[in-house]
């Protein structure tokens, strides 16, 4: 079973940045997909992210696409968010799982998230 640790969450200023880590506990198949996702107060988790950890190809959702970039360091199983341009509503506790999936239902367990706080 993979169990995943995320770091780097802060309290940051409107259009600030923050820079996201996920430490993934054992060696997974290149192939796998590794995802970002976020649960903002009283509204339900959702899709940020996604890169391919073969070949680097990313997705993106919609609200942080141009802002959000996904990365992955293969030799330390470990895949990073870097946020730029970030609003108020980027706020929440942000998340990362092994998986293709966009939709957070699909995901049998999560790790303890890292908490990003944008102030207006």
């Known amino acids: 079973q993979v169990q995943l640790v995320e770091s780097g969450g802060g309290l940051v200023q409107a259009g600030g940045s923050l820079t996201l880590s996920c430490a993934a506990s054992?060696?997974?198949?290149?192939?796998?997909?590794m995802s970002w996702f976020r649960q903002a107060p009283g509204k339900e988790r959702e899709f940020v992210a996604a890169?391919?950890?073969?070949?680097?190809?990313?997705a993106y959702a919609d609200s942080v696409k141009g802002r959000f970039t996904i990365s992955r360091d293969n030799a330390k199983n470990a895949v990073y968010l870097q946020m730029n341009s970030l609003k108020p509503e980027d706020t929440a506790v942000y998340y990362c799982?092994?998986?293709?999936?966009?939709?957070?239902?699909?995901?049998?367990?999560w790790g303890q998230g890292t908490q990003g706080t944008v102030s207006s």
């Open positions: 799982n092994t998986g293709s999936s966009r939709s957070p239902r699909d995901y049998a367990s």
């Open positions: 890169i391919r950890r073969s070949t680097g190809v990313t």
């Open positions: 054992e060696r997974t198949f290149s192939s796998y997909v």
